[in-house]
C-alpha cells in the first residue's frame, strides 16, 4: 500500500455513474489526490437494505455500475480497495433461497449459522445477555422453510444479513471463492468487514474472542498469498486495535476522530496526543466514512478505561447533536431505523458546526498522524448533512450518503474549505518528510506534529486559542508551507 492518501466512496453516490465515470472522475477533477480507493460494495444489488452490504451475489458486480473488466480497469488507476463481508450474506441470495426451500438437504444447509449450531440444547438468557450486538434486540432470527419448520439463524445485524458459518466446508468455500475473484480482477487490498463478529462461540461474548484473532490472521494471510492487502474493520475498545493490529498489514484508527473532534470542542490536546503516542502505525486514518462517528472506540468498555472517560462521551455526543441543530439526533439511535448502538451519525464537517477553519486542522491533524490517510467523499466536498435523503428513506447513515453528479462535485470543488484539503492531500502525497519518524510535543491548546525525514522536518503547529495553524518545513532555515488561515480566504 502506498503511503499517500486514498478515497473512500461508492462509486453511484459520488460520480452519478458507473465504474467509467468514477474512473474519469478521479483522472480528471480528482487528479493528483488519490494513489487509491475504498470503492464501497459495488456487488449486486448495491441498493439493498444496507446500502451493499447484504449482497445476494458478492461474486456479481452490480450491472448499474459496470462489470469486472471495469474494476480491473479502474484498478489500473488506483489501489483499489473492496470489502469482503466476511460475516454475512442477504437473506434474498440464492443459497439462502435454497435453503428456505429444501431445509437440511440444501448443500447450503451449513453455509449459514443457526442458534443449534453454536447451543445445541438452545440458548440461556443468561448466555444471550453476554453476547456482545451493536443494534439492540436478539441476534436471532426466526425463519421458516418450505415444510413448515421455524429454524433460528443468527442474524448479528439485521433480519436480512444471514451470519455466515465461517468453519464450515461451505463457508470456507465461499470465502475462497471471493478472495480469489478479487484476486484476479485486480483488487489489491481487502477491507474484511464485520470480522470481530465472524467467529460465535458459546458463553462468550461472541465478539473478538481468542479464535476471532486466528480467524483474521488465517484469513489475512490467505490473501497475502494472494497478493492482496488486508485491514481489520473493528469498532471496540482501543486496545482492542491495538492487539488487532499486530495480527493483520492495517487496522482502522477509529479513536482518532472522536478524539479530534473533543480536541477541537475542550481545546486541550491532552487525551489526543496520548492517544497518538500509543496507537498502532500500520493503521488507515479516517475522520468519516460511510458508517457514523464511532463513539465506542475512544470510550470505556466495562471496566476498561477509555482515552475519553463517561462524562467526556456524552459531552462529545451533545456537542454533535447542538453544532448540527440537532439533525444528528434525528438520524442517530431509536430515531432512525439501521440503528447503531456505538456511532452518531453526522457529516463531519456539520459535526464542527461548519467550521472551516476547524475543520482544516481536523483534516491537517489526520495527515500527520501515524497512518495511511483515507477520505470519505463527503469529507473531500466538505458537505453539509443530507436530511432530504434521511427524510426519504429513515436510515440513519443516509445523512451522510448523499447522491452527488458529476455537475455537484465540481461546484464543491471551487469552495474555498475544498481547495484547502486538496493543497492539504497533495503535501500528504508528495511531502518526502511522511516516510520518515514521527513525534509530537503538546501541552493544552497548543501542539506539534512533526515528520523527520532524511532530508527535511515538516512540522504541523497550532493554537487552539489563537486559531493558528501553520505547516512548516525545516531544512537549513525554516520555510512555511501552509497557512490554515490564508488557505480559506484563498491568499
Given at each position: 500500500m502506498k503511503n499517500q492518501v486514498q478515497l473512500i466512496t461508492y462509486v453511484d453516490r459520488l460520480s452519478g455513474g458507473g465504474f467509467n465515470t468514477l474512473e474519469s472522475l478521479v483522472k480528471n477533477e480528482l487528479q493528483g489526490l488519490f494513489s487509491g480507493a475504498h470503492v464501497l460494495p459495488f456487488f449486486y444489488p448495491i441498493d439493498g437494505s444496507d446500502a451493499g452490504f447484504d449482497p445476494i451475489d458478492h461474486s456479481e458486480v452490480d450491472a448499474r455500475l459496470g462489470a469486472w473488466h471495469d474494476v480491473k480497469s479502474f484498478a489500473k488507476e488506483v489501489e483499489v480497495m473492496a470489502d469482503l463481508i466476511v460475516n454475512h450474506m442477504s437473506a434474498q441470495s440464492p443459497e439462502f433461497l435454497d435453503v428456505l426451500a429444501k431445509g437440511e438437504k440444501s448443500p447450503y444447509w451449513d453455509l449459514f449459522l443457526k442458534e443449534s449450531d453454536v447451543f445445541p440444547e438452545g440458548i440461556t438468557s443468561q448466555q444471550a445477555e453476554l453476547i456482545y450486538r451493536p443494534r439492540p434486540g436478539s441476534c436471532f432470527s426466526n425463519k421458516t422453510l418450505a415444510d413448515g419448520t421455524v429454524v433460528k439463524f443468527w442474524t448479528t445485524f439485521t433480519d436480512n444479513q444471514i451470519d455466515i458459518n465461517v468453519n464450515s466446508p461451505a463457508g470456507k468455500a465461499y470465502l475462497e471463492k471471493v478472495l480469489a475473484l478479487f484476486a484476479d480482477n485486480g483488487v489489491k487490498i481487502i477491507r474484511l468487514d464485520a470480522a470481530g463478529y465472524a467467529i460465535k462461540k458459546a458463553n462468550t461474548s461472541c465478539f473478538m474472542l481468542d479464535e476471532t484473532f486466528e480467524f483474521i490472521n488465517a484469513l489475512s494471510k490467505r490473501a497475502?498469498?494472494?497478493?492482496?492487502?488486508?485491514?481489520?474493520?473493528?469498532?471496540?475498545?482501543?486496545?482492542?486495535?491495538?492487539?488487532?493490529?499486530?495480527?493483520?498489514?492495517?487496522?482502522?484508527?477509529?479513536?482518532?476522530?472522536?478524539?479530534?473532534?473533543?480536541?477541537?470542542?475542550?481545546?486541550?490536546?491532552?487525551?489526543?496526543?496520548?492517544?497518538?503516542?500509543?496507537?498502532?502505525?500500520?493503521?488507515?486514518?479516517?475522520?468519516?466514512?460511510?458508517?457514523?462517528?464511532?463513539?465506542?472506540?475512544?470510550?470505556?468498555?466495562?471496566?476498561?478505561?477509555?482515552?475519553?472517560?463517561?462524562?467526556?462521551?456524552?459531552?462529545?455526543?451533545?456537542?454533535?447533536?447542538?453544532?448540527?441543530?440537532?439533525?444528528?439526533?434525528?438520524?442517530?439511535?431509536?430515531?432512525?431505523?439501521?440503528?447503531?448502538?456505538?456511532?452518531?451519525?453526522?457529516?463531519?464537517?456539520?459535526?464542527?458546526?461548519?467550521?472551516?477553519?476547524?475543520?482544516?486542522?481536523?483534516?491537517?491533524?489526520?495527515?500527520?498522524?501515524?497512518?495511511?490517510?483515507?477520505?470519505?467523499?463527503?469529507?473531500?466536498?466538505?458537505?453539509?448533512?443530507?436530511?432530504?435523503?434521511?427524510?426519504?428513506?429513515?436510515?440513519?447513515?443516509?445523512?451522510?450518503?448523499?447522491?452527488?453528479?458529476?455537475?455537484?462535485?465540481?461546484?464543491?470543488?471551487?469552495?474555498?474549505?475544498?481547495?484547502?484539503?486538496?493543497?492539504?492531500?497533495?503535501?500528504?502525497?508528495?511531502?518526502?518528510?511522511?516516510?520518515?519518524?514521527?513525534c509530537l510535543v503538546g501541552d493544552e491548546c497548543v501542539g506539534q506534529l512533526k515528520w523527520i525525514g532524511t532530508q527535511s522536518t515538516l512540522i504541523l503547529q497550532f493554537d487552539l486559542h489563537r486559531k493558528i495553524a501553520q505547516v512548516f518545513e525545516e531544512t537549513d532555515q525554516t520555510r512555511l508551507l501552509l497557512d490554515l488561515n490564508s488557505m480559506l480566504t484563498g491568499e
Open positions: 497475502n498469498q494472494l497478493g492482496m492487502e488486508t485491514v481489520a474493520e473493528i469498532h471496540s475498545h482501543f486496545q482492542t486495535q491495538i492487539d488487532i493490529a499486530s495480527r493483520v498489514d492495517r487496522v482502522y484508527d477509529f479513536a482518532l476522530p472522536p478524539l479530534i473532534l473533543h480536541t477541537l470542542f475542550t481545546k486541550n490536546v491532552t487525551a489526543l496526543f496520548h492517544w497518538l503516542d500509543i496507537a498502532p502505525r500500520n493503521c488507515l486514518t479516517v475522520l468519516d466514512t460511510h458508517d457514523g462517528i464511532g463513539i465506542i472506540d475512544a470510550g470505556p468498555m466495562g471496566v476498561k478505561p477509555g482515552l475519553l472517560n463517561a462524562d467526556e462521551i456524552d459531552n462529545l455526543v451533545e456537542t454533535i447533536h447542538k453544532n448540527s441543530e440537532g439533525q444528528s439526533r434525528k438520524a442517530t439511535g431509536a430515531a432512525a431505523s439501521n440503528v447503531d448502538l456505538y456511532q452518531v451519525n453526522c457529516s463531519y464537517f456539520d459535526a464542527l458546526a461548519q467550521n472551516e477553519w476547524d475543520y482544516l486542522l481536523a483534516r491537517a491533524i489526520q495527515f500527520f498522524a501515524p497512518g495511511v490517510p483515507q477520505v470519505y467523499y463527503g469529507g473531500l466536498l466538505a458537505l453539509e448533512n443530507d436530511m432530504s435523503l434521511l427524510g426519504k428513506t429513515n436510515v440513519g447513515r443516509d445523512i451522510n450518503r448523499p447522491y452527488l453528479t458529476r455537475e455537484s462535485v465540481l461546484q464543491h470543488l471551487d469552495k474555498h474549505v475544498v481547495s484547502g484539503l486538496m493543497a492539504l492531500i497533495k503535501l500528504r502525497n508528495l511531502h518526502p518528510a511522511f516516510n520518515g519518524e514521527f
